[in-house]
């Protein structure tokens, strides 16, 4: 017997402090199109710190021709860190004695690079004193602390802002121990996730995402799923969301479509089901680890069978 409810109209909040578990993360650094002329800083896994230039690179091995050692080679997988540093970009520089700086790299010397800092005003930096150095986003420096960027800032607890991954930015997350997912960016506009719900679904969603204006971000895609039970489940989604990767309010609406088999005297029929959902999210950093994230869902539909 086929039972309908009547206008039903439920809210899921999800609220949490950094509920999701981070089981990678990363971003790309440095790519096989950098300059022969330019400066690079690379930092290997096993703490040696390099300084000079590329000479060979390719996805195996880097020839890299340091100022005080020469030319040697090391394997790609080996670099922890490698920056190319020029000129009025910004960076964070850390010290050998655990010190750092951050500010406009205004010249370079054979030994010395110039730094314009916000608190202390131009300094010279011996470069054989730098054990790292990151290229940053100005404004990010807050209470002498860089924060930087993860892809925690421009996801919720299960569904992303609108806000765009950067292209080989990545990512493995797990969220309340069921929910697993993967998400890469691709170029700077596209970037696909998939993953598992434990123990009945499996889904992947290409993304597409475009900054409108400073401060304001739109988003969209499609999602297709496979569910215990159900022939076939998807939905197309939208997001637009205000703020920056700090501090940023989302309001969304997804259209979900899953059909259903379901028995009548021992036959089986296909039931579809029909669902609309408005989502509200948000997410407040107030730290360089910690972020307080809110996800509400509300489906006003009318007519569900159940």
């Known amino acids: 017997m086929h039972r309908f409810c009547k206008k039903y109209f439920f809210n899921l909040t999800l609220f949490s402090l950094l509920l999701q578990t981070d089981i990678f993360s990363q971003e790309v650094a440095f790519s096989a199109s950098d300059s022969l002329r330019s400066y690079h800083i690379v930092t290997l896994k096993d703490g040696t710190v390099l300084k000079g230039k590329i000479v060979v690179q390719d996805k195996k091995a880097i020839q890299f021709q340091d100022e005080m050692i020469g030319t040697i080679t090391f394997r790609t997988k080996d670099v922890s860190s490698m920056e190319k540093v020029d000129p009025q970009e910004y960076y964070l520089v850390t010290m050998m004695n655990g ?24 300094i010279d930096v011996d470069i054989t004193k730098i054990k790292t150095i990151k290229s940053i986003t100005p404004g990010n420096m807050q209470d002498g602390r860089y924060w930087f960027t993860t892809h925690v800032d421009a996801h919720y607890v299960i569904i992303p802002s609108a806000i765009a991954l950067r292209p080989g930015e990545a990512y493995l997350q797990n969220t309340m121990g069921l929910f697993n997912s993967f998400d890469v960016g691709i170029t700077s506009h596209f970037s696909c996730m998939g993953g598992i719900v434990i123990p009945m679904a499996a889904f992947i969603a290409p993304n597409i995402n475009y900054k409108i204006r400073k401060g304001i971000h739109i988003g ?16 197309a989604y939208g997001q637009l969301t205000f703020g920056n990767r700090n501090s940023h309010l989302s309001v969304g609406g997804a259209y979900g479509v899953l059909e259903g088999i379901k028995k009548y005297y021992y036959v089986n029929k296909i039931e579809k089901i029909e669902l609309g959902l408005i989502s509200i999210s948000a997410l407040k950093r107030f730290s360089p680890k910690y972020a307080i994230v809110t996800e509400n869902w509300f489906t006003p539909t009318e007519g569900i069978r159940v």
């Open 99 to 122: 010190t750092t700086l951050q500010g406009k790299i205004v010249n370079r010397t054979e030994k010395d690079i110039v730094m314009e800092t916000a608190n202390i005003g131009r």
């Open 220 to 235: 969209g895609g499609v999602l297709f799923a496979d569910i215990t039970g159900a022939p076939y489940a998807g939905a």
